[in-house]
């Protein structure tokens, strides 16, 4: 049904019972789910199928154990080791223990993983994960070649199409609607078009994705850009552990684009300038597999030193040992990316790496149901769940292990899409207030005919910039009170902001400039997060506190957005099983 405002703009209104924000693993997983008890529609602003999720290569963890002995506590211990002890134990443990089925399932939904000799499903070394409680690394990531991502993903989206989910592509969502505690609905712009939709909804899940693109070296696809996050936090929801950015070790050098670590799972290995395997210095027994926190700064501190390659700064990730048929057969996609990219063929040369943004551990706090809470206190909102990247269980802590993330996306996506079906009786379909689209359509109107010199795509690359030398792998407190200044700045000259294309169909600058307006509060939660900190743990590194301190932060952050500025709030971490102890690879 439509009709036409009096403002003339064309505004469409739907009616389904749970709306998914997003096409990734975690949406799609948990639409399969909620389309059990009522009618779902995805809402994606991409093509369904690209999402950054079919972009992933590695694998997905899980103790299957069917290439040597493994064990689910194994996978729950490294994961708790992993996350620097800030992980949530209960959390992690029903993920771990959740993997072995998510896997089996998968392939019974007819993902075509990488088969075995006797035709298990393949598994493979990968960062951090280990058996007997860290003593030798472990096959346990499930893979399909280096493009297990998008193997899974293409199976997913055949299940939901085959289950009657809608699906809205290339709708961009500008406002998730909370009123009086309550989840109510979504607006979204059709970008073909440039009309508003309305989806007043019963439940809402988003599982939008993470927010790398707030740095400009990242492995993140363009659109990864987070608003989601951020229309929350405006609304009072607060993010949780958002100091923790994630920099993956093997970024193509100049280019950010990832060389999975499934590279060094089959044996490849990390050399600086002087022909070193420097890993052996950093993590004795891991090395080349050590988690990425540790990897990342181990390869920024050998350049600082100077001993990147021809005193360059980038380090070599080399694979020229290997037999060619591994990397034909298991990693074919990285070898091509490096022969359009680089010109390089790494079965002959290696390849020239540094450390890119990869992952956010932080973002929406939410339960083991994907119930996005409120408060530090466990009060959630009504009807709101939030699954895979944006959200944070925590599962992750202050670093993620390789693989955990697919697995992560699908475990608590699929628990957010259960605990809809199971509540679903109890949920009325919301109502969107008009004061809510005058909004949204002020600020389309604001971007149609503001005048000014500044333009989006420069105010971007400033505040990504500015994030990458002043909040990536190594801050200080002086560093980090300058990125703040900074965005402060840049979201000041966002004001005077002028799209040069003021059409309605297919209007990227317009989408564009909405995606910067968010990434300020983004990089603002991000930064005022890790200024707060004042110790180290995981990808958090403080130059001026380089030491963890259980004693004072062996707890979340929560930074809420209140009319009189930022606030912050702590929580304890959960722990059940592991006791915090010193963190040796
Ligand atoms: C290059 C790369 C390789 C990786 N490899 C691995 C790996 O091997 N193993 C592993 O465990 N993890 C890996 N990861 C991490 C993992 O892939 C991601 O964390 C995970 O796929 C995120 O899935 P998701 O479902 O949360 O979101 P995504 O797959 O990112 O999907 C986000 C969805 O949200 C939609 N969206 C966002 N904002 C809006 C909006 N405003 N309106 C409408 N729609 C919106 C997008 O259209 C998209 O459909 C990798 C990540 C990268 C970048």
Known sequence: MGYTDHTQMEIVKHQYDTVIIGSGLAGLRASLEAVKVGSVVILTKLYPTRSHSTAAQGGIGAALGNEEEDDPEWHFFDTVKG??????????????????PIVIELEHLGVPFSRTADGKIAQRRFGGHTKYFGKEPVRRACYSADRTGHAVLHA?????????????EEFQVLDIVIEDGIAQGVIALEIKRGILHLFETKAIIVASGGFGKIFKVTSNAFATTGECLSILFEQGIPLEDMEFFQFHPTGLYGLG??????????????????????????????????????????????IKEGRGIKGKEYVYLDLTHLDPKILEKRLPEISSFCKTYLGIDPAKEPIPVVPTAHYAMGGIPTDI?????????????????????????????????????????????????????????????????????????????????????????????????????KASVFRTKRSLEEALEEINNLRERFRKVELKDKGTVFNQERLQAFELYHMFNLAEALVRSALVREESRGAHYREDFPYRDDQNWLKHTFIFKTPQGVEFKFKPVVITKFQPTERIF
């Open 257 to 302: 684009i990832l060389i999975t670590e499934g590279a060094r799972g089959e044996g490849g290995i990390l050399i600086n300038g002087r022909g070193e395997r420097f890993m052996e210095k950093y993590a004795p027994t891991l090395k080349d597999l050590a988690p990425r926190d540790v990897i990342s700064r181990a390869i920024l501190t050998e």
């Open 83 to 100: 996350s620097d002890f800030l992980g949530d134990q209960d959390a992690i443990e029903f993920m771990c223990y959740s993997a072995i």
């Open 156 to 168: 997913l989206y055949e299940q939901a199409l085959k289950n009657q989910v809608k699906f809205f």
């Open 369 to 469: 149901k994907g119930r996005v809470l409120r408060d530090t206190n466990g009060s959630y909102v009504a009807g709101l769940y939030a699954a895979g990247e944006c959200a944070c269980v925590s599962v992750h802590g202050a670093n993620r292990l390789g693989c955990n993330s697919l697995l992560d996306t699908l475990v608590f996506g699929k628990e957010a899409g259960l605990d809809v079906a199971k509540n679903f009786k109890n949920f009325l379909r919301g109502k969107i207030p008009s004061y809510r689209i005058e909004k949204v359509k002020g600020f389309i109107e604001f971007l149609n005919s503001n005048k000014g010199a500044e333009r989006v795509a420069p105010l971007r690359e400033r505040l990504q910039r500015t994030l990458m030398d």
